[in-house]
């Protein structure tokens, strides 16, 4: 069964850090382009950042140089450092496995997210 499993969310003032997990099981994880995605209330989701197979990354422009997403292909795990977070960072955080342009693939369901939110 396929299931991704986000962690490492929390309350962040501006400028602060976080580093999101991914657990990802019931996939060859080092065989697919892995993505971060994110919601925020009102909002309809968006893609964050993709990694592919052989570790070529893309961003969002609202988050290109602040944040970081890469892979642990050994331990089946996704990562997203994110710095300098702004209060529109704040959101629901989820990781799938992807295309390489970052549209989700079918096949298990999405993960419950991890919740960034950013407040003075």
């Known amino acids: 069964q396929v299931q991704f499993v986000e962690s490492g969310g929390g309350l962040v003032q501006p400028g602060g850090s976080l580093r999101l997990s991914c657990a990802a099981s019931?996939?060859?994880?080092?065989?697919?382009?892995m993505s971060w995605y994110r919601r925020a209330p009102g909002k309809q989701r968006e893609l964050v950042a993709t990694?592919?197979?052989?570790?070529?990354?893309n961003y969002a422009d609202s988050v290109k140089g602040r944040f970081t997403i890469s892979r642990d292909n050994d331990g089946n795990t996704l990562y997203l450092q994110m710095n300098s977070l702004k209060f529109e960072d704040a959101a629901v955080y989820y990781c799938?496995?992807?295309?390489?342009?970052?549209?989700?693939?079918?096949?298990?369901?999405w993960g419950q997210g991890t919740q960034v939110t950013v407040s003075s």
């Open positions: 799938r496995h992807s295309g390489q342009s970052g549209t989700p693939l079918a096949g298990g369901y």
């Open positions: 019931g996939i060859y994880f080092s065989d697919f382009t």
């Open positions: 990694i592919t197979v052989g570790g070529n990354t």
